[in-house]
């Protein structure tokens, strides 16, 4: 067969974005902070635009530009910013690796993707030293013994550890070096377990005494950190002298600790969260959702500029100039009036969603998906899904950034709906925080309890989400209280 050139002519069909509708999508998912900071250059770059009050008649727009292509958005089509997925990549977290992190050159446990609970909002978590300094009383001999440990303290870096010798502690304080070591005992003995540590491995070995798991194999593995670290597990074994079965739960048990207790207490002041949405009860028993507008200045076309300049184009390409920065602001101030409308359509569809708990708190808050949505309020998955990313709602319950309200359902009950993750864990705060001194809830108490309110929850499931509202073990617990009763 002869080989030659030809001509062939096809028609193909593919969706392209305009550089317009790019920018519309990155606004969607910007935070009223931000589009604030973006207006801001707007203003700079556009001589058209300019920050204040719409002074126009209703249903009067603003001056067409000469020969102006039609919009690329249209205000009132709500799926102008509906982009599936398939046309713009979607953001995509990242796992943690199971070594390396936190502990450096030793392990590294997971952390969770929980949002903080209600009780975790509002004002900065007490410091460490202020944790630690609360519990001294109650547990130190003397008034002496106490202002040692305070110093010490003092002498604590965020994550818990001493890095100060104890030596020339004791030195600068002016006390024999045994009482300086019994100080440092009682600030050990403290909640977190771990703290005043000196090393790693001391603040590891801490926590394995207080889970009374702290055995010879174990003191051997946490002895050796070094080689859990570059994985030498066979080595590791013999050292030990246990089993496959048995090193295994060592080596979970030891993922499980916290290489860094200290960093669980806040140690700076929280930036203040600025809402988006702003949530009233309305007179009529309804809601009156509203953007919040003291963060997001108005833009308007300044007219008489407008004219002003078009008079003085004598040129083509000072028309086509001007041209084009009208169509540039006509083109904004649509684009900021659809993402207004899409938020609030977004945000009261969640409302309505989960009116329970706006009305009687968190034992009210349903499951609920983006899915769920995007289907009531005819949208995208992942419009929702960019509408409701760095938003945040104010309502009298508190400030809450919008992916709060979105939780999976656990622990199905009669109705096959199940419970929020955050209704489960209000409840085991509860129960934990109503507990007898001297009659502690264990997990597989806190399941029964559970099970008989209508949560089939598993073992570890309960443990899991008493961790991340940040109650102890039972044996935690009642070490607590019964400091808190002395």
């Given at each position: ?26 606004l ?45 958005l ?52 007490p ?13 130190a001999g ?59 491995s ?45 090193f ?25 969260v ?12 309804g ?68 009116d ?23 949208m ?107």
């Open positions: 067969m002869a080989l030659g050139p030809r001509l062939d002519l096809r028609q193909s069909q593919s969706l392209v974005m305009t550089p317009q509708l790019q920018q519309a999508i990155k969607l998912a910007l935070s009223n902070l931000e589009i604030e900071a973006f207006i801001g250059e707007a203003l700079e770059a556009n001589p058209l635009l300019e920050a204040g009050e719409v002074s126009r008649e209703a249903g009067e727009e603003p001056p067409p530009a000469p020969d102006e292509p039609s919009a690329d249209a205000i009132g089509d709500d799926s102008a910013l509906d982009i599936a997925p398939e046309t713009l990549d979607r953001d995509r977290d990242t796992g943690d690796g199971e070594l390396g992190g936190e502990w450096g050159s030793a392990l590294s446990s997971g952390g969770g993707d929980d949002l903080p609970g209600i009780d975790e909002r509002g004002a900065a978590a410091s460490l030293a202020d944790h630690l300094e609360a519990q001294v009383g109650a547990v003397d008034g002496r013994e106490a202002a040692i440990a305070r110093h010490l303290i003092g002498q604590l870096d965020e994550a818990g550890y001493l890095t100060v010798p104890l030596r020339e502690v004791a030195d600068e304080l002016g006390i024999p070096l045994a009482e300086a070591e019994r100080a440092l005992r009682i600030i050990q003995s403290l909640d977190p377990t771990g703290v005043g540590a000196r090393s790693l001391e603040c590891l070995a801490l926590q394995a005494q207080e889970a009374d798991r702290y055995d010879p194999c174990m003191a051997r593995l946490i002895e050796n950190l070094d080689l859990v670290a570059r994985g030498e597990f066979a080595r590791l074994k013999r050292m030990c002298d246990v089993d496959d079965e048995d295994a739960d060592m080596l979970a048990e030891l993922r499980g600790y916290d290489p860094k207790p200290g960093l669980a207490f806040g140690g700076s002041e929280q930036a203040p600025t809402p988006d949405i702003l949530l009233h009860a309305a007179a009529d028993g809601w009156d959702i509203r953007i919040n507008e003291a963060t997001l200045p108005r833009l308007v076309i300044n007219r008489e500029y407008y004219v002003e300049l078009r008079q003085g184009c004598t040129d083509k390409a000072s028309k086509a100039w001007l041209g084009d920065k009208l169509t540039d602001a006509n083109w904004l101030i649509k684009a900021l009036d659809q993402r207004q409308k899409t938020i609030l359509k977004t945000a009261a569809e969640i409302v309505k969603q989960q329970g708990f706006f009305r009687r708190g968190v034992s009210e808050l349903r499951p609920l998906t983006l899915r769920t949505v995007a289907e009531a309020i005819g995208h998955e992942s419009t929702v899904s960019r509408v409701t990313s760095n938003k945040y709602l104010h309502c009298d319950r508190g400030t809450f950034e919008l992916k709060y309200f979105f939780t999976s359902g656990v622990g199905g009950g009669a109705d096959g709906e199940g419970a929020s993750a955050a209704t489960v864990k209000a409840r085991i705060r509860a129960l934990c925080d109503a507990e007898d001194p001297a009659k502690i809830l264990s997990d597989d108490t806190l399941v029964d309890l559970l099970k008989a309110e209508g949560f089939d929850l598993a073992r570890r499931t309960v443990a899991k989400y008493r961790e991340a509202i940040g109650i102890g073990s039972s044996v935690q617990r009642r070490r607590q209280k019964k400091l808190a009763g002395m």
